[in-house]
């Protein structure tokens, strides 16, 4: 994983999708990346609900280590998506 890679999270069965700003290796071992989440609403809406029902304290968090990211090929996934797209668009006309 290196900036520039693009990521997804899950928290919650919330799928977030974002773009490695910065890699830093920490005094514990582990990798851990800055990430600029995309259309994020959904989570931060979550984050704003987690607070207000524990007191006040901030959940969110400001980096990730690596094991809770994944990367995905880019081309790959939107390939993907068009095959859905295009599957169902067809199934709908000729239903």
Known sequence: M??????????????RYGIVEKKERADDGWAYCKVEWIN??????????RKSLTGGKNWSLDVYRVDMLKTIDLEKEM?????IEYILQTRGKNE
């Open 2 to 15: 290196k900036k520039g890679d693009i990521v997804f999270n899950e928290y919650h069965g919330i799928r």
């Open 40 to 49: 994020d609403d959904l989570y931060q809406r979550s984050m704003e609900d």
């Open 79 to 83: 390939e993907t998506f068009k095959a």
